[in-house]
């Protein structure tokens, strides 16, 4: 196989990395941060069809609020110094993440354990509120583990460039088709 022929394989099988979208995608943490305001409001994200053929989103109340507008922005502040694109480009060893995950479990308990009563939290919610951010920060977290998330940029970011560069060699010096 030819070096040309292995880059447009790989392009191939890389399709979504073929473009800036892919690292903009992969450092959105807002997705994750929406999950859990819904989930502290008691509200759930339903997707359907608008004009045009257009996904519209809307936001439904099914359930009790989890916090009140206080606890739940604090909740969010907190979350989201942890979720954010600029906390991804870490370098954690095992030793390290274990910690951190073990800091920031004991941190959150004890915020809403201390406030619950200014949140309108119910005890029988908290464990619940707990558990679902630390399930959104355990995995989030893990990619800083062994420099991992930067490398896999790299590979990212060749992948960009290379197919770039092969358009350009197609096209000619003024914009046309040179094959």
Do not use: W
């Amino acid at each position: 196989m030819s070096e040309t022929e292995a880059q447009r394989s790989q392009q191939t099988e890389n399709g979504f990395h073929t473009s800036m979208n892919a690292l903009q995608l992969r450092l959105n943490t807002q997705p994750l941060l929406d999950q859990l305001e819904v989930f502290l409001k008691g509200q759930r994200m339903v997707y359907t069809e608008g004009e045009g053929g257009r996904v519209i989103t809307q936001t439904i109340t099914l359930g009790k609020r989890k916090a009140n507008d206080e606890g739940v922005q604090s909740i969010m502040n907190y979350v989201s110094a942890l979720i954010n694109p600029a906390v991804v480009q870490g370098n954690f060893d095992a030793e390290h993440y274990d910690n951190f995950i073990y800091r920031c479990r004991l941190e959150i308990t004890q915020d809403i354990v201390t406030n619950r009563g200014n949140y309108e939290i119910e005890g029988d919610y908290m464990n619940l509120i707990i558990d679902f951010i630390m399930a959104l920060v355990e995995p989030y977290m893990s990619r800083l583990l062994d420099n991992k998330e930067r490398e896999s940029y790299v590979d990212t970011l060749k992948m960009i460039e290379s197919s770039r560069l092969e358009r350009d060699r197609k096209m000619g010096l003024f914009g046309k088709r040179g094959d």
